[in-house]
């Protein structure tokens, strides 16, 4: 069940693959980088899509107000600066000279407004700012007026976020668009352009730099702060599911940028010629923590006490196991963790509150789901076979959910048809679903507010849908915490009801490796994968 068992025949038949043809690099390619993704993205709006893929497509073709260093410090972006009046009410921003949307049109404060509202209706961070909101209004095209109902000091971390869904600043046209609703069009202002007319949905997607880009004026490039300089004239996504075949045309010099090679695979790099021409590096040092879904709105996972068994029954090092092996790099020996709770472990919301609920006991759990009459209950699993990491995770979950006593059906498909059935609220019976697999960055789980997985904001939560008032009630604690002790108080009473009511399970930490050709040079830390700062020597 684990990766290197899993991948094995993948990897040894990787010098007889049937590699895709790109270009070697040659003098007149040395201006275009090309990288293979951990998935395809199907659907490109960064509002209504929570998945990486999306957000990580969104930061080449749009910008956002303020950005975030890799020390999570928030620097202006896209505004010149703000003022804050009326003891907290009145924010007014003033947007830099000079931007222009990939249409031509100009940046306007009521840009920013309707992509406000647009976000703020999707996102957790964004919904409790626009409780507080009482009306938004353009001063002028560059200064736009944000008045509250109550004080929202987190004001600057909602708009830096890069959690998912990131506040993007779009022009109004699409972001007057119901924001359930997905946009097709992908135009932003950001330092590349959306070739829209090269996407091939499954095997391409192509980005041109933005040659109108004003880069903010001061500062150092470091994650999503500072200034964004564009070096290559072309970034190239190239979606190779198959990890082998990725492997070869990095080694060929045939991609650049590999963002998440297999665990199978990293002593290859480690060797001869490869150690001298492919660097394997973390560059997320917040780690990707693992969780497993369920379905709050059918059966058997409608019922806490079945969630609970689950718990009771995970073991994360088995999952972390499957999913990045036992093989370290330089730098970290291990690349797995456990005792993973609700919150990223080296955050301030982290807690060791609930964590024995974690017992690894196969046999308590199967007492637990007998006692909850969920002896036998069918289970339909949602797997993204073309991801590495979610199809290792799954396979584990499966086999445990079947030695527990559920009766499973794995339904296989690509992440984006994954994605696409999450959203479906059906019974089992009409194409519904009980649960998936997936991961988040440490970032997205660091505190309640950039956190989605443990809403318990029922239909407006994200899918799986769990309704917990009490988990809410700790959230809204945590907004109007006074002070650092308050907070941590609040979130780790959150944890405590979490390991009660089960709105996920946590399975697991990993960092995962990124691997790209040493002739790379910028590669900036932190999350997303950026392609600004980048260049090639």
């Not at 198959?242 to 199978?264: H, K, N, Y």
């Not at 001298?276 to 996972?301: C, E, K, W, Y």
């Not at 009660?500 to 946590?506: D, Q, R």
Request: hydrophobic share 45%.
């Amino acid at each position: 069940m684990f990766r290197r068992d899993l991948l094995g025949a993948a990897a040894a038949a990787s010098a007889s693959a049937s590699l895709p043809r790109f270009a070697i690099a040659q003098p007149a390619q040395q201006r275009v980088i090309k990288y293979v993704p951990h998935a395809n993205p199907g659907n490109i709006d960064p509002f209504t899509n929570t998945a990486f893929i999306a957000r990580d497509h969104a930061y080449l073709v749009y910008d956002q107000l303020y950005g975030m260093n890799e020390r999570f410090e928030i620097q202006p972006q896209m505004v010149q600066g703000h003022v804050v009046e009326n003891d907290g009410l009145l924010w007014r921003f003033t947007l830099r000279e000079g931007l222009k949307f990939h249409d031509g049109s100009a940046v306007r404060g009521r840009d920013c407004i309707a992509s406000i509202r647009r976000w703020g209706r999707r996102d957790a961070f964004g919904q409790v700012l626009m409780a507080r909101v009482a009306d938004m209004t353009e001063e002028s095209d560059r200064v736009f007026i944000i008045r509250l109902n109550k004080t929202f000091p987190k004001m600057l971390e909602a708009f830096s976020k890069v959690t998912t869904s990131c506040l993007f600043i779009m022009p109004e046209r699409l972001a007057n668009v119901d924001p359930f609703t997905n946009i097709t069009e992908a135009v932003g202002s950001g330092p590349y352009r959306f070739i829209a007319n090269e996407w091939n949905p499954g095997s391409r997607l192509a980005y041109a730099r933005n040659a109108d880009y004003v880069p903010a004026p001061s500062g150092t490039a470091s994650m999503t702060a500072g200034p964004k300089v564009a070096h290559f004239d072309r970034v190239e996504w190239h979606i190779i599911s198959d990890p082998s075949t990725a492997s070869a045309a990095l080694q060929a010099g045939e991609i650049d940028w590999w963002e998440q090679p297999t665990a199978d695979l990293f002593p290859a790099y480690l060797r001869g010629a490869n150690a001298r021409n492919i660097q394997v590096d973390v560059i997320n040092g917040s780690g990707l923590i693992g969780i497993f879904r369920p379905n709050h709105m059918s059966a058997p996972f409608n019922n806490p006490a079945v969630r609970r068994a689950v718990l009771t029954a995970i073991n994360q090092i088995d999952f972390m196991t499957a999913v990045i092996g036992t093989t370290g790099i330089e730098g970290r020996a291990d690349l797995r963790r456990e005792g993973i709770g609700f919150f990223a472990p080296e955050s301030p919301s982290a807690s060791n509150v609930g964590l024995d609920r974690l017992r690894k006991s196969v046999d308590a759990a199967r007492a637990e789901l007998q006692a909850a009459g969920a002896m036998g209950a069918r289970l339909v699993l949602l797997n993204a076979t073309d991801l590495a990491s979610i199809n290792a995770a799954t396979l584990v979950g499966a086999d445990l959910f079947r030695r527990m006593g559920f009766n499973v059906e794995l339904v296989s498909a690509d992440w984006g048809t994954v994605v696409a059935r999450r959203a479906s609220r059906n019974p089992l019976e009409q194409g519904g679903w009980s649960g998936f697999f997936t991961f988040w960055s440490g970032v997205d789980h660091w505190n309640p507010a950039s956190h989605a997985a443990i809403r318990g904001n029922g239909e407006n939560a994200w899918p799986g849908w769990p309704t917990i008032p009490a988990i809410e009630a700790q959230r809204d604690a945590w907004f109007d915490a006074p002070n650092d002790a308050a907070a941590r108080a609040a979130t780790a009473e959150m944890q405590r009801i979490a390991f009660e009511e089960v709105p996920y399970m946590p399975t697991g930490m990993y960092y995962q490796p990124t691997a790209y050709r040493r002739n790379l040079t910028g590669m900036l830390k932190g999350q997303p994968p950026l392609f600004w700062n980048i260049r090639r020597t």
